[in-house]
């Protein structure tokens, strides 16, 4: 996988991201179905993970 920088800190991050919301407990109890989606990301060299909030709409 290629990396990108982030800004000048140094840190290297993959363009892809696991997204967080999914291993929430209301959302997915499934513990163990949890933690093999969380390696398989790993193994492919996803390295960051994001929750995604939704924005307030404006009117």
């Not at 291993?23 to 513990?31: C, L, M």
């Not at 179905?33 to 995604?52: M, P, Q, V, Y």
Request: hydrophobic share 40%; with cysteine.
């Amino acid at each position: 996988m290629e990396y990108r920088h982030l800004g000048r800190t140094g840190v290297r991050l993959s363009p892809l991201c696991l997204r967080a919301m999914k291993f929430d407990p209301w959302i997915n109890s499934d513990t163990a179905n949890s933690i093999r989606i969380i390696h398989r990301a790993l193994d492919a060299g996803i390295n960051g993970a994001r929750e995604l909030t939704p924005l307030a709409r404006r009117r």
